[in-house]
């Protein structure tokens, strides 16, 4: 089975408008945490932002937010004000707490598109 | 801070050389992971070494290997290069607590093609 689920392939979304990039995640760890990237054209994995599983509070950095609904193994990345800089490839990614040391297991990628 | 830095850039092979790629992690970080990504199976993990120890190795044959030096800096070696392992690979460093809130920061990677 799929750890990390990202069932977008491409979304596209209007300049300054908000974008909801979807990612489930399946684990039975307790302690696990989630991450999300962003990856240019140029290739460089960029860091956006990380939940925890024992977080009571949705993270936010900046324009990012995360809408991490612990029930339903969803971790949604939000981004509000869209830029044409956020075209790129976004990855969700979770690294589970058990034995698996720093490995990060990630989803497939949701290629966005800021259009004028 | 310096970020993580990876060398070479670019590269291109022939079927059957082998390959050593290297990376640099930001100052501080111990834990050095490699990942490799292609459009058919996504980003995939090699391996992880801290303080010169192979701490955990993904699901690749062994013509994969990689060390780690004192001064934290990792190299990856693939030998008997085919067709296959062209992709971007990508290495990230990790402050060395272990937990799961560790972020891994990445290089640029080396984009490697086989021919």
């Known amino acids: 089975a799929q750890k990390i689920t990202q069932t977008q392939p491409g979304m596209f979304v209007q300049e300054k408008e908000a974008v909801t990039l979807d990612c489930t995640y399946d684990t039975s760890d307790p302690s696990y945490g989630l991450f999300w990237y962003k990856q240019p054209s140029s290739g460089e994995m960029i860091f956006l932002i990380y939940?925890?599983?024992?977080?009571?509070q949705n993270a936010t950095e900046g324009r990012y937010s995360l809408n991490f609904q612990k029930a339903r193994k969803s971790a949604n990345l939000v981004i509000s004000a869209s830029q044409l800089g956020d075209s790129a490839m976004y990855f969700c990614?979770?690294?589970?707490?058990?034995?698996?040391?720093?490995?990060?297991?990630f989803g497939t990628g949701t290629r966005l598109q800021v259009t004028l | 801070k310096a970020g993580v830095t990876q060398t070479p850039r670019y590269l291109i092979k022939t079927r059957g050389q082998q390959v050593t790629l290297s990376c640099s992690p930001i100052s501080g970080h111990r834990s050095v992971s490699w990942y490799q990504q292609t459009p058919g199976q996504g980003l995939q993990f090699l391996f992880e070494?801290?303080?010169?120890?192979?701490?955990n190795k993904g699901n690749f044959p062994g013509r994969f290997s990689g060390r780690q030096f004192s001064n934290s800096r990792s190299e990856m070696n693939v030998s008997t290069l085919e067709l296959g392992d062209s992709a971007l690979y990508l290495c990230a460093s990790s402050p060395p607590s272990g937990g799961v809130e560790d972020t891994q920061y990445f290089g640029p990677g080396t984009r490697l093609t086989v021919l």
């Open positions: 990614a979770m690294r589970e707490g058990t034995g698996t040391a720093s490995k990060l297991t």
């Open positions: 070494y801290f303080s010169e120890t192979q701490r």
């Open positions: 939940q925890g599983s024992y977080d009571q």
